[in-house]
């Protein structure tokens, strides 16, 4: 089952992007692999067997999901559904059990760890519930350490983590720790991490779950922005509905099935 | 650029002190003991190396400087007969006991040599100097045992049994730290001392007071008010310990040395190389010594190892998430090994400096009060340096190993 066709709630938003999508392929006049290129994230079959004790537990059966390039993807569930399983599969950081993920095009389940580490690093952003912030640095320096892993140092890696907190509005709190944060601030000090090195794909577990209404609302716009002005695809785990409003595609997932 | 570990180091300062605390309680332990060791070798070995002999002529069942058989004084003028030989001085090592004004006794070593010779006695004189040696019954002693001996200054007057002794002079750096109390006089005097040792004493206990007599007195009570005869010359009948030798400028020692074996009769001689390392073998490895300090530093690396394992792992499970963000960010290991190396090093270093200013003034304490040299050279800086780094980054392994098996999953726990 295609996720790619899963209703949007808004069904008057998704009518125009049908109208919009749909001439564009029709035009292109692409093949079923061309079209394939076009997918950000096309996983197939993906199941997930974990082992607690003897009995063999299947968290993931059969999962099936296309995710078009540019848009934002909600993946929704109760609790203990199998999202964040799915999210860190696609993500790189699991390998499943069976089935294939390809992301931008490249089949990421064939890839050693080292290169999906490579595939990681230069492609993929992340955000997460808890932040995920070095408590001891500033939100500047929080930055400044992804650019550092990616391998840009001294004045450039300052200069570009300003930048990168002057577009998430942290102007004024560069040089606050973690701790003098509100939530919201914290979570878009993750965004500009998110960012550094301008990924294709932004892979979100439940951003604006730890929030107030008036932050969440905030991470919400700010996540709408990356993937409509960045052409970033944005996959988001959550259980936020208000999410559902700045989503392309929802998701639902209920005992490791894509409905 | 922001540095993790050292920002994760000073997150927690009570903790960071904590941890500090415990690598300098290691690094001292370490420095302490490896100082000790250090300076008690090197105690052990002052006289040889003051000395400016070239070849050290003994008895062939010479065990260290300290002990040996004696040898016939003749054996001195036929040094002086062998090619080669610039000059020959005669060394006399005695034991004897010293007996303080309040009735305690001392056993000391008593050292005879020339005062005016060239081959012994080169050390520092703090007061005195060795002429006064001339006198009879006068000794020089290191400063460091005027406590041991209840002196209080050069002129006081004890007894070395059942001889009365001056003290004309204070020496420096000439205490052994195995050895007992040196005491330095002329020959003569050091003939007579150890002479009239406490093996020729008849000593009885008066009224709490130790009272001797020996071949050269009558009697040591207070009431005598003869005098000793003045300590007669060295005969050929005597015996000493060493020929101290002084080669010809360009004289091939190892031919001399083969000449003087030779020459002389049931002796053996050394280089002044070989009595320094005959000594120090004899007391780092065939004494206790050497292993009891050596285990001490060996115990005080591995309370380091723990204190410092203890550290970085309890930091390393703190901050499990962001590693592991990093590494889901695309990370390689090597960087997250970085950061924990680095906050290792950090660790080393600061904990390193403050011990050794910590170790350096426990040192001028202990040499200026006990005469107890902490030997810290720079080569034994750098080296407790290097096992303080290696303390410290090996005790990361642990926190690596638990960073190496982070599951990257863990990042989307809340």
């Known amino acids: ?259 | 650029m922001a540095s993790i570990a050292r920002k994760n180091l000073f997150e927690d300062i009570p903790r960071f002190i904590v941890a500090q605390a415990g690598i300098m309680f290691a690094v001292s332990l370490v420095t302490i003991q490896l100082g000790i060791l250090d300076g008690f070798s090197r105690s052990t070995t002052r006289l040889i190396e003051q000395s400016d002999a070239d070849l050290w002529v003994s008895s062939q069942e010479m065990l260290h400087l300290e002990v040996t058989l004696p040898i016939p004084l003749e054996r001195l003028l036929q040094t002086r007969q062998v090619n080669g030989v610039e000059r020959a001085e005669a060394l006399i090592s005695r034991s004897g006991v010293w007996l303080d004004s309040a009735g305690h006794i001392v056993p000391v070593k008593v050292w005879g040599f020339n005062p005016g010779g060239r081959l012994f006695g080169n050390w520092r004189m703090s007061q005195g100097s060795l002429s006064s040696l001339q006198e009879p019954y006068t000794f020089i002693t290191d400063r460091s045992n005027l406590g041991a001996l209840d002196l209080k200054q050069v002129s006081d007057v004890g007894k070395i049994v059942p001889l009365q002794a001056k003290l004309v002079g204070l020496s420096e750096d000439t205490q052994s730290m195995a050895s007992s109390t040196s005491l330095f006089a002329s020959l003569e005097n050091a003939n007579a001392f150890g002479g009239s040792g406490s093996g020729n004493l008849n000593c009885t206990i008066q009224a709490g007071q130790v009272e001797c007599l020996s071949p050269l007195t009558r009697s040591t009570s207070p009431s005598s008010s003869e005098p000793p005869p003045p300590p007669r010359n060295l005969s050929l009948e005597d015996s000493i310990s060493y020929v101290l030798v002084q080669a010809k400028p360009d004289q091939d020692l190892s031919e001399l040395k083969k000449r003087l074996e030779s020459a002389l009769p049931n002796t053996r001689v050394h280089t002044k190389a070989e009595m320094v390392e005959i000594t120090h073998t004899y007391w780092r490895k065939r004494t206790g010594v050497g292993f009891i300090l050596g285990l001490g530093a060996t115990v005080g690396v591995i309370v380091g190892m723990v204190v410092v394992s203890q550290i970085l792992y309890s930091s390393v499970s703190d901050h499990i998430k962001e590693f592991g963000t990093l590494k889901a960010m695309g990370a390689s290991d090597w960087v997250v090994y970085g950061v924990i190396t680095e906050q290792a090093l950090w660790m080393a270093v600061l904990g390193y400096v403050p011990s050794m200013a910590l170790c350096l003034g426990l040192g001028a304490w202990t040499v200026a009060t006990k005469g107890i040299v902490i030997l810290i050279t720079p080569g034994t800086a750098i080296a407790i340096l290097g096992v303080t780094v290696i303390m410290c980054v090996g005790s990361a392994l642990f926190a690596i190993q638990k960073v190496t098996h982070v599951d990257p999953a863990i990042v989307f726990k809340a």
Not at chain 1, 54 to 79: A, F, N
Not at chain 1, 122 to 135: A, R
């Open chain 1, 1 to 259: 089952m295609t996720a790619s066709h899963i209703n949007i709630a808004n069904p008057v938003r998704a009518l125009k992007r049908s109208a919009f999508t749909l001439p564009e392929r029709t035009l292109s006049n692409l093949g079923v692999w061309e079209r394939f290129d076009r997918k950000a994230i096309v996983a197939r079959d993906v199941e997930m067997v974990f082992r607690s004790g003897t009995e063999p537990s299947l968290v993931l059966k059969g999962i099936d999901l296309d995710i078009p390039q540019g848009e934002i993807q909600l993946l929704m569930g109760p609790s203990g559904s199998g999202k964040t399983t799915l999210l860190s599969i696609l993500a790189g950081i699991l390998t499943p059990t069976a089935g294939s993920v390809c992301l931008l095009g490249q089949e990421i389940t064939r890839m050693s760890k080292q290169q999906l580490s490579n595939f990681r690093l230069n492609n993929i952003g992340f955000i997460f519930q808890g932040f995920n912030l070095f408590p001891a640095l500033t939100a500047l320096e929080n930055v400044e350490v992804a650019l550092k892993v990616k391998g840009v140092r001294g004045t450039v890696a300052r200069r570009d983590a300003h930048e990168l907190l002057s577009q998430v509005g942290l102007e004024d709190r560069m040089n606050y720790l973690p701790r003098d944060l509100s939530g919201g601030q914290k979570q878009r000090v993750a965004i500009a991490r998110a960012l550094v090195g301008n990924p294709k794909l932004i892979m979100a577990d439940e951003p604006t779950a730890s929030l107030d209404s008036h932050s969440g609302h905030a991470v919400i716009e700010l996540l709408r922005d990356l993937a409509k002005k960045g052409g970033r695809t944005v996959l988001i785990v959550t259980h936020d509905s208000r999410l559902i409003d700045v989503a392309d595609r929802v998701a639902y997932l209920e005992d490791g099935i894509l409905t």
